[in-house]
Nanobody, 123 residues
Framework: QVQLVESGGGLVEAGGSLRLSCAGSGRTFSNYAMGWFRQAAGKERESVARISWSGGWTTYADSVKGRFTISRDNSKNIVYLQLNSLKPEDTAVYYC????????????????WGQGTQVTVSS
C-alpha cells in the first residue's frame, strides 16, 4: 500500500521559512516523479513544485520561483520543499504527490497523495 506522509507545516510570520518533508512508503519512490501542490481556502489545488525521478529536473510555479526549493533523497524515500521568504498568500494546505508512471515525466500524471500539512503565514 502506497503511503505519503507530509510534515513540517506550521504558523510562521511573513518573511520566515519552513521546510516540508514527505516520507513515502509502499513503493520505490526513486523511480517516480514527485510534486508538491497546495490548496488555499476557497481556491483550486495548484502545482507548486515538481521534481523528476532522478532529481535532475525541477519546475516551479511562477509565484514561488526563487523562494521555494524542491529536493529529494532517494536513499530515504523523502521529498523536501524548502519555503523561504514566505508571504501571507502562501497560506494553504500543502500536499505531496507521487507520479504514476515508472521513470515518467514530472508533468504527471500524479496518482498518490498525502493527507496534507497546513502552512499559515501571518502578516
Amino acid at each position: 500500500q502506497v503511503q505519503l506522509v507530509e510534515s513540517g507545516g506550521g504558523l510562521v510570520e511573513a518573511g520566515g521559512s519552513l521546510r516540508l518533508s514527505c516520507a513515502g512508503s509502499g513503493r520505490t519512490f526513486s523511480n517516480y516523479a514527485m510534486g508538491w501542490f497546495r490548496q488555499a481556502a476557497g481556491k483550486e489545488r495548484e502545482s507548486v513544485a515538481r521534481i523528476s525521478w532522478s532529481g535532475g529536473w525541477t519546475t516551479y510555479a511562477d509565484s514561488v520561483k526563487g523562494r521555494f526549493t524542491i529536493s529529494r533523497d532517494n536513499s530515504k524515500n523523502i521529498v523536501y520543499l524548502q519555503l523561504n521568504s514566505l508571504k501571507p498568500e502562501d497560506t494553504a494546505v500543502y500536499y505531496c504527490a507521487a507520479g504514476l508512471t515508472y521513470k515518467g515525466s514530472y508533468n504527471g500524471p500524479y496518482g498518490y497523495w498525502g493527507q496534507g500539512t497546513q502552512v499559515t503565514v501571518s502578516s
